[in-house]
């Protein structure tokens, strides 16, 4: 009868999975993009009409949830 014996691990210095934190110092720029100022201009007004209802919603949410516990409670 033999025994399955394992392979030790060896620390070959891999990186399995990207570390890098936002705010650290020799972070790589990656998806840098070259926008004028009426194109980056027109980029956060794209993003706020579209996270701006989603903002509202939740601010709904959050004042029926509120409100229900309020009702609840008193």
């Known amino acids: 009868m033999k025994k399955n014996k394992k392979s030790?691990?060896?620390d070959d210095g891999r990186t399995i999975y990207n570390m890098d934190?936002?705010?650290l110092p020799k972070r790589k720029e990656k998806?840098?993009?070259n926008l004028t100022k009426e194109e980056r201009k027109l980029v956060?007004?794209?993003a706020i009409k579209?996270?701006?209802p989603i903002l509202?919603?939740?601010i709904l949410c959050f004042l029926f949830?509120?409100?229900l516990i309020k009702?609840?409670?008193g």
Do not use: P, R, S, T
Request: hydrophobic fraction near 60%; avoid cysteine.
């Open 31 to 33: 998806n840098k993009l």
């Open 50 to 52: 579209h996270y701006f």
């Open 65 to 67: 949830a509120m409100l």
């Open 56 to 58: 509202i919603g939740v």
């Open 71 to 73: 009702w609840w409670l």
């Open 44 to 46: 956060i007004q794209a």
């Open 8 to 10: 030790k691990f060896v």
């Open 21 to 23: 934190v936002d705010g």
